[in-house]
């Protein structure tokens, strides 16, 4: 099966063309994880703020570990301070140090090591209150298989012992193999079914489609990988990745060149050019074109209207919920579309 390609200049026309879609989703109860990064931490704890009442789980990624397998990391005081005023439920990230391969395959080869980090996990969720934790380790191998799935195995069973959530976030893809650089060190190394047998619940990132020439998470992309998964993560331990920022790309030649834009810079796009944009019915992402100097450009940006639409995919599977990656980088017409909590 060959993975879904977008062809730039197809997308580009087609794209100006297309009115603005609206979807309806109602509400329902569902698990809602949102994650928080170091480097988005003002801009995510401004909104936490705002919108603490409709987040179940905080997911900061604030926790590694270095080459000399030693975990290190914790909460600023900020976000201490937010996660106690808002009593909020915590659920760390734990990941390989800039997913450096060779960390993580050091901690797969060494008992030692990998009993520390559990040991080390434990004592800290108690210390500092946590829920749980969720393995972030990425750019692994796919020969360490199997060492991953031992590992997790095992740490889902001291973590369980011990009253403690486990979840892991796993790359997504469609195929059982393929000879590319994606499979081979980012997605090939999980075992849907053993990873969702051993854990709490799969944050499946149904999002960065390596072969897309637009979006980073289109719907069609999104069905692939749940298609794909239908009969390995059961739907009540599926968390569903929703990204919240944009892909930017050069038009000639046809680039990418941003990974990780924000909501809020799209504004500011808007704001200070002239452009033209939509919504892209078929792909279910938001687009945006627009000239800078001699230069032009086009962005693939979520919003409220592709939010909704894969929240409606949540909803209507019965998944468990979804994870969202990441506070600070989203419209905030998303809030919109949630419950507060009881």
Same mark, same amino acid.
């Given at each position: 099966?060959?993975?879904?390609?977008?062809?730039?200049?197809?997308?580009?026309v087609?794209?100006?063309?297309?009115?603005?879609?609206? =979807?309806?989703?109602? #509400?329902?109860?569902?698990?809602?994880?949102? /994650?928080?990064?170091?480097?988005?931490?003002?801009?995510?704890?401004?909104?936490?703020?705002?919108? /603490?009442?409709?987040?179940? *789980? !905080?997911a900061?990624?604030?926790?590694?570990?270095g080459? @000399?397998?030693?975990?290190?990391?914790?909460?600023?005081?900020?976000?201490q301070?937010?996660?106690?005023d808002?009593?909020?439920?915590?659920?760390?990230?734990?990941?390989?140090?800039?997913?450096?391969?060779? *960390?993580? @395959?050091?901690?797969?080869?060494?008992?030692?090591?990998?009993?520390? %980090?559990?040991?080390?996990?434990?004592?800290?969720?108690?210390?500092?209150n946590?829920?749980?934790?969720?393995?972030?380790?990425?750019?692994?191998?796919y020969?360490?298989? &199997?060492?991953?799935? #031992?590992?997790?195995e095992?740490?889902?069973?001291k973590?369980?012992?011990?009253? !403690?959530?486990?979840?892991?976030?796993?790359?997504?893809?469609? %195929?059982?193999?393929?000879? #590319? &650089?994606?499979?081979?060190?980012?997605?090939?190394?999980?075992?849907?079914?053993?990873?969702?047998?051993?854990?709490?619940?799969?944050?499946?990132?149904? /999002? &960065?489609?390596?072969?897309?020439?637009? $979006?980073?998470?289109?719907?069609?992309?999104?069905?692939a990988?749940?298609?794909?998964?239908?009969?390995?993560?059961?739907?009540?331990?599926?968390?569903?990745?929703?990204?919240?920022? /944009?892909?930017?790309? #050069?038009?000639? $030649?046809?680039?990418?060149?941003?990974?990780?834009?924000?909501?809020?810079?799209?504004q500011?796009?808007?704001?200070?050019?002239? =452009?033209?944009?939509?919504?892209?019915?078929?792909?279910?992402?938001?687009?945006?074109?627009?000239?800078?100097?001699?230069?032009?450009?086009?962005?693939?940006? +979520?919003?409220?209207?592709?939010?909704?639409l894969?929240?409606?995919?949540?909803?209507?599977?019965?998944?468990?919920?979804?994870?969202?990656?990441?506070?600070?980088?989203?419209?905030?017409? *998303?809030?919109?579309?949630? +419950?507060?909590?009881?």
């Amino acid at each position: 099966m060959k993975r879904l390609k977008f062809f730039s200049s197809l997308i580009f026309v087609i794209a100006l063309f297309l009115a603005p879609v609206l =979807c309806s989703a109602e #509400t329902q109860s569902f698990e809602r994880l949102f /994650y928080l990064s170091p480097a988005k931490e003002k801009t995510g704890i401004e909104s936490i703020k705002k919108n /603490y009442s409709k987040i179940d *789980i !905080l997911a900061p990624q604030v926790y590694g570990i270095g080459p @000399h397998l030693i975990t290190v990391g914790g909460l600023s005081a900020k976000l201490q301070k937010v996660v106690k005023d808002y009593n909020l439920k915590v659920m760390p990230l734990i990941a390989n140090s800039a997913f450096r391969q060779d *960390i993580i @395959h050091n901690l797969l080869i060494s008992e030692t090591a990998q009993n520390n %980090v559990i040991a080390f996990m434990i004592k800290e969720a108690k210390a500092k209150n946590f829920i749980g934790w969720q393995f972030d380790f990425e750019n692994i191998s796919y020969k360490d298989k &199997d060492l991953y799935s #031992t590992f997790i195995e095992k740490t889902g069973k001291k973590l369980k012992e011990n009253s !403690l959530l486990f979840s892991v976030a796993a790359v997504s893809r469609i %195929v059982d193999y393929e000879n #590319t &650089d994606a499979f081979k060190n980012w997605s090939g190394v999980f075992d849907y079914k053993k990873i969702a047998d051993a854990t709490d619940f799969v944050s499946l990132m149904t /999002y &960065d489609d390596n072969n897309s020439m637009g $979006p980073s998470s289109s719907i069609l992309f999104v069905n692939a990988v749940l298609n794909y998964v239908k009969d390995k993560i059961p739907a009540e331990k599926l968390s569903m990745g929703i990204p919240l920022y /944009y892909w930017g790309w #050069t038009i000639s $030649p046809y680039k990418r060149i941003r990974s990780g834009g924000s909501w809020q810079r799209v504004q500011n796009i808007k704001a200070s050019t002239a =452009c033209v944009s939509g919504f892209f019915e078929a792909l279910g992402v938001s687009w945006l074109s627009y000239a800078y100097g001699s230069e032009r450009y086009l962005i693939w940006f +979520e919003d409220k209207k592709s939010f909704e639409l894969k929240l409606n995919i949540v909803k209507n599977n019965n998944f468990m919920g979804f994870s969202a990656w990441v506070l600070g980088d989203e419209d905030p017409a *998303i809030w919109d579309l949630l +419950e507060k909590r009881s």
